[in-house]
Structures are given as structure tokens and as C-alpha cells.
């Protein structure tokens, strides 16, 4: 079983261990010492899931582009609801 460290202990820092985000936030994980992944997965008007994706070359970059991502496909989901609702 690998060594796991837990938040607030020496050593753990956004690198070594990750901390929890609120639901909602998506997630942003380092893909390779250039890349960074920040990733979505919202619930669909028909119940299913889809994941989108944004790259960066920092996580504060990633951060950033996340958050524009999930503002832009929240509103594109509300219209899909409202739209399923009239029709």
C-alpha cells in the first residue's frame, strides 16, 4: 500500500498531496512537468455525464481557464434545460 500523506502534515504541500475542492469546481491535476489538466464533469439535462477538459502550462493558468469553462458551460446547460422544459 503506498505512503499517503495527510492534509496539515509536515511536508504536504499542493504538489504532494491534494487538497479537497467544493463540488462543482472541477479538478486540476498536473499531467507532466509542463502540462496541467483541469477537468469538469457536469450532469446533463438527460441525466447523463460528459467530461470537458482544459490544458495549461501553470496551475494557476489552469485554474483560471477552468474557471471560465465551467461559467460558459453552466450557462450553455441552463439554455438546454430551459429549452427541454417549452419543448
Known amino acids: 500500500m503506498p ?3 495527510r492534509l496539515g502534515e ?6 504532494t498531496c491534494p487538497s479537497v ?5 472541477g479538478c486540476v491535476y498536473q499531467i507532466n512537468d ?3 489538466e483541469g477537468s469538469y ?6 441525466g447523463s455525464r460528459k467530461k470537458f ?5 501553470t496551475r494557476e493558468e489552469c485554474e483560471a481557464e477552468l474557471a471560465k469553462m465551467i461559467e460558459q458551460k453552466k450557462k ?12
Open 53 to 57: 477538459n482544459v490544458y495549461a502550462k
Open 10 to 15: 509536515e511536508g504536504c504541500g499542493s504538489q
Open 3 to 5: 505512503f499517503v500523506r
Open 21 to 25: 475542492r467544493k463540488s462543482g469546481t
Open 34 to 36: 509542463h502540462l496541467w
Open 76 to 87: 450553455e446547460i441552463a439554455k438546454l434545460k430551459k429549452k427541454a422544459k417549452t419543448a
Open 41 to 46: 464533469f457536469p450532469r446533463l439535462p438527460d
